[in-house]
């Protein structure tokens, strides 16, 4: 089993940054790559960004170039920098971890709000 606990999110003004942590325990030797989704009221989820064990990563269009992931495989951390908030950037944050295999495994969700 992993678990994940995500903490950072909150509320902010469109323009400004928020910086989302993921820490991941248990048997987080399985894991390979993580990453951040999101889920707005009445959305399906979607994916925000990824990054593998070697430091790949992957972004969905509409964040490109205002959220950065990145790991700390030694604290076994995610992260994710997010700048130039919009309104639309409003969810529930998530957190991902793909084991080599099985399930993936998420933790709780935070919020974050944008205001405009």
């Known amino acids: 089993q992993v678990q994940l606990v995500e903490s950072g999110g909150g509320l902010v003004q469109a323009g400004g940054s928020l910086r989302l942590s993921c820490a991941a325990s248990?048997?987080?030797?399985?894991?390979?790559?993580m990453g951040w989704y999101r889920q707005a009221p009445g959305k399906q989820r979607e994916l925000v960004a990824t990054i593998t064990t070697r430091g790949g990563t992957t972004y969905a269009d509409s964040v490109k170039g205002r959220f950065t992931i990145s790991r700390d495989n030694g604290k076994n951390t995610v992260y994710l920098q997010m700048s130039n908030l919009k309104p639309e950037d409003t969810a529930v944050y998530l957190c991902s971890a793909d084991p080599v295999i099985g399930k993936t495994y998420w933790g709780q969700g935070t919020q974050v709000t944008v205001s405009s």
């Open positions: 248990g048997s987080i030797f399985r894991i390979s790559a």
